[in-house]
């Protein structure tokens, strides 16, 4: 058995063994094998809607003695919750802004957040005493700037459907979920999920460092609603840092929700710990409910949604019927497609949206299906981004390999 301070002796060495998940899984799949003494880390990943997340910051408004105490604060119109310090007269406000608030249907928190860390200037507007005090600012002006997840990075999630006759609006769908057993929408990273690969929690405990939207961050414990049979993790980081495209906000039929990225640092330290990370999509169970209910009516697994399906949209202009408006690009969840159909790649989360609404077949993606009473159900939305996810692994395993990311030494 091997111990997480020699693995750390081994990366400042430079002989620690680093394998992403993406190349690791892709070896185990073809075959090869593995004892743990063959490889010391496996970096995992998962990026996708995550509602659970939120930000405590410290706003400022005005010069100290403007006021007594806010009452109201919107940050780009987006409101947040003042306190739990008052701040009395310091013109400054601590606040809690949850990454599903939004200013409207098409912004909210998690738009917010990534506007924060690119840099981008906000609109602050307060209210005291019956006056309104107004301001723009930017992160480097905010004392305290922190992410949190009450929980994230679930170890596996549940497809849902709508069991009814027309449409039912959820956050699980960019259109609303139409039925019945007409089409489902599913999230979750599969095998190169950081919770996936340590599912009993050993290494992913309390105090772990990980990365949180491509930045340092730490594990503070277990999320909500977290089981033995399904964890999840609550973590925290610093906002200054952090990659805005490794969050943002993603447009639902029910409004805005959050985008977020947890990356993980797995350990080889036995045997057991090998075999949890041998793990492959088909082999990762995927429940399938009633968007409803929410009681579950089947099961599936996660090789019928990562492979053989496409990672990207093509796009195929001389097919468009000149609709208009354009429905994709009303409907694009992360704000990627121009009414143009010019596709900005770095936005697309290649969620699939733009497919399942264009008549003209301008759109085209295989997102896979379910199959549930031996009928097959087509996916028309995934929630998660496995491209982004697989970049975090290996932006970690390269933080890594040069010395920048050590594991926790505790138990």
């Known amino acids: 058995m091997k111990t997480k301070r020699e693995i750390n002796e081994k990366i400042r060495n430079g002989s620690a063994v680093v394998i992403p998940a993406p190349e690791f899984k892709k070896r185990v799949r073809e075959g090869e094998t593995f004892t743990p003494e063959d490889v010391d880390i496996v970096t995992c990943g998962t990026f996708g809607v995550m509602s659970g997340t939120y930000a405590v910051i410290s706003v400022p408004v005005a010069p100290p003695g403007t006021f007594r105490k806010a009452e109201k604060l919107l940050l780009n119109g987006v409101p947040a919750s003042i306190g739990p310090c008052p701040n009395e007269r310091l013109g400054l406000v601590d606040c809690i802004v949850y990454g599903t608030a939004k200013r409207d249907e098409r912004y909210g928190g998690g738009h917010l957040f990534a506007d924060f860390v690119a840099g981008e200037r906000i609109g602050v507007e ?55 057993y007409k089409e489902i929408s599913v999230s979750g990273c599969g095998e190169v999920n950081p919770v996936q690969n340590d599912p009993g929690l050993r290494s992913l405990s309390s105090g772990t460092p990980i990365l949180v939207n ?46 977020t990225s947890i990356a993980a640092a797995i350990p080889v330290l036995d045997s057991s710990s090998l075999h949890a990370l041998m793990v492959l999509d088909e082999e990762i169970p995927l429940p399938v409910a009633g968007i409803s209910t929410r009681q579950p009516i089947g099961s599936s697994h996660y090789g019928r949604v990562w492979q053989g399906t496409d990672r990207g949209v093509q796009i195929h202009a001389d097919r468009c019927l000149g609709c208009t408006p354009c429905l994709a690009h009303l409907i694009c969840p992360a704000g990627a497609l121009s009414a143009e159909q010019t596709l900005d790649r770095s936005l697309c989360l290649a969620c699939g949206a733009c497919a399942s609404v264009c008549e ?12 549930l009473d031996k009928n097959d159900i087509p996916i028309t939305l995934r929630q998660s981004d496995r491209t982004r996810a697989e970049r975090l692994c290996r932006r970690l395993a390269d933080e890594i390999m040069d010395g920048s990311f050590l594991l926790s030494e505790g138990p």
Do not use: Q, W
């Open 126 to 180: 307060a209210e005291a005493e019956g006056r309104r005090y107004s301001d723009d600012i930017t992160l480097k002006d905010c004392t305290f700037a922190r992410i949190h997840t009450s929980r994230s990075a679930f170890k596996n999630y549940t497809a849902f459907l709508n069991e009814e006759e027309g449409i039912i609006r959820t956050i699980f769908s960019v259109t609303g979920l139409s039925g019945p």
């Open 360 to 371: 003209g077949g301008v759109f085209t993606m295989n997102l896979g299906s379910i199959s």
């Open 214 to 259: 491509g930045v340092n961050g730490i594990i503070v414990g277990t999320g909500t609603r977290s089981t033995a049979e399904r964890p999840n993790l609550a973590c925290a980081a610093d906002m200054i840092g952090m990659d805005p495209l490794m969050m943002g906000g993603f447009i639902t039929s029910d409004g805005p929700e959050c985008l």
